[in-house]
């Protein structure tokens, strides 16, 4: 069964600022997606990631992944309030998308 | 153009009833998907269809739920006997589903309340 964790649960920045969010799942998945959801809104896809080494970027984020290490990174690069949101990750397990518990950004002047 | 949407956007409704959820997906995909949202917690599978089929349905989690895709395009997800534990966002998803990738476009949701 895959499962997914991510770390942090929660993570507070201030503007400016870099950080990385970290997630790991458990079985083999060669593709992963990542997406953000907005208090009370649905799921925005960021970012496809469909191979070991895959690197996207859009704007001030930039996911990688290695299917090897069974790990994708969420980089965020001199944050901004606008940033602020739930981030999630979702290896991909027989056509289902397996979702960790979000990762909680609030990012602050 | 337009996206994935769901009706109603919120259901009150008592414990003991049957309740149905819609889902239209974006126009020319085939593969639609129901996830639960609990609060506090990511989406969690419920049931995959391709086309009129569910293809995968091991997400449901008793015979109280049920879903629908009978002309391969809009989906009803039927939940009878509605329990307190219930109460959740229920996220339809659809893709073209290509051979390549699987990228899923949600819609807005509609959130139960089970009262």
């Known amino acids: 069964e895959l499962k997914v964790e991510q770390n942090p649960l929660f993570l507070s920045m201030q503007e400016g600022k870099n950080y990385t969010i970290y997630c790991n799942y458990s079985?083999?998945?060669?593709?992963l997606y990542w997406y953000r959801q907005d208090p009370g809104k649905s799921l925005e896809s960021l970012f496809v990631?469909?191979?070991?080494?895959a690197v996207k970027q859009e704007g001030r984020l930039m996911a990688s992944l290695d299917t090897k290490a069974r790990l994708s990174t969420l980089h965020i690069t001199a944050a901004v309030h606008d940033l602020s949101a739930t981030y999630f990750c979702a290896p991909e397990g027989f056509q289902k998308l397996v979702f960790g518990t979000g990762t909680r950004l609030l990012v602050s002047p | 153009g337009a996206g994935v949407s769901q009706t109603p956007s919120n259901k009150v409704t008592e414990k003991g009833k049957y309740v149905e959820l819609r889902c239209d997906p974006i126009?020319?995909?085939?593969?639609l998907y129901w996830y639960r949202q609990s609060l506090g917690q990511g989406p969690e599978f419920l049931i995959y269809f391709q086309g009129t089929g569910a293809a995968d349905d091991s997400g449901l989690p008793n015979d109280r739920f049920f879903a629908v895709r009978p002309e391969g395009s809009v989906s009803t997800l039927k939940i009878q006997r509605t329990e307190r534990g219930d109460s959740a966002v229920y996220l339809c998803?659809?893709?073209?589903?290509?051979?390549?990738?699987?990228?899923?476009?949600f819609g807005p949701g509609t959130r139960l309340t089970v009262l």
């Open positions: 990631l469909l191979s070991n080494g």
């Open positions: 079985t083999t998945s060669d593709r």
């Open positions: 998803a659809s893709s073209t589903e290509h051979y390549s990738y699987n990228e899923q476009f």
């Open positions: 126009s020319g995909h085939t593969a």
